[in-house]
């Protein structure tokens, strides 16, 4: 079974590439879990309800055109699409591309650092449906 290190994750942010700024990545994937139990059961039952996703994101600052700040402030308070592949090579079985559609962005720190750090920005987007592409 192949491993991988992360060195060279693809990310889009509401169709703009932005991975070129960005040192961390994780996407949850998760189904909620709606208890089913009826009278007479002996233990908890479930069966899956919605989606309940996140995709956590941390970038290096940028406030030029068409970088971090221009495409992430106006998506705060709304719904986006974000996609991750594990690498920039072609997507596939070995490297598939995870798109996470209707995820919302509730807030954005433009601005926080200390003297002589990265200026660093993390981002949380929630719900949405995650889809799974190798093709």
């Known amino acids: 079974m192949a491993v991988l290190v992360l060195t060279d994750a693809v990310i889009t942010v509401n169709s703009v590439a932005l991975s070129d ?3 961390s990545v994780t996407v949850t994937y998760e189904i909620d879990s709606v ?8 233990g908890h039952k479930f ?7 996140t995709l956590d994101i ?11 700040e221009a495409t992430i402030f106006p998506l705060v308070g709304t719904s986006t699409t974000v996609t ?4 920039s090579a072609a997507t596939g079985a070995t490297n598939p591309i995870y798109t996470l559609t209707g995820c ?4 954005h720190t433009p601005v926080g650092s200390a003297i002589g ?11 949405g449906v995650l889809t799974k592409a190798i093709v």
Do not use: C, I, R, Y
Not at 35 to 42: D, H, K, L, M, Q
Not at 47 to 53: A, C, D, R, T
Not at 84 to 87: A, E, F, G, L, Q
């Open 21 to 23: 700024h960005s040192n």
């Open 35 to 42: 208890e089913s139990t009826a009278f007479g059961s002996t």
């Open 47 to 53: 069966v899956g309800g919605l989606q309940n996703n």
């Open 58 to 68: 941390e970038f290096m600052q940028d406030f030029a055109a068409s970088n971090v």
């Open 84 to 87: 991750v592949k594990p690498t």
């Open 104 to 107: 919302f962005l509730a807030s």
């Open 117 to 127: 750090e990265m200026a660093m920005t993390s981002l949380s987007f929630t719900g």
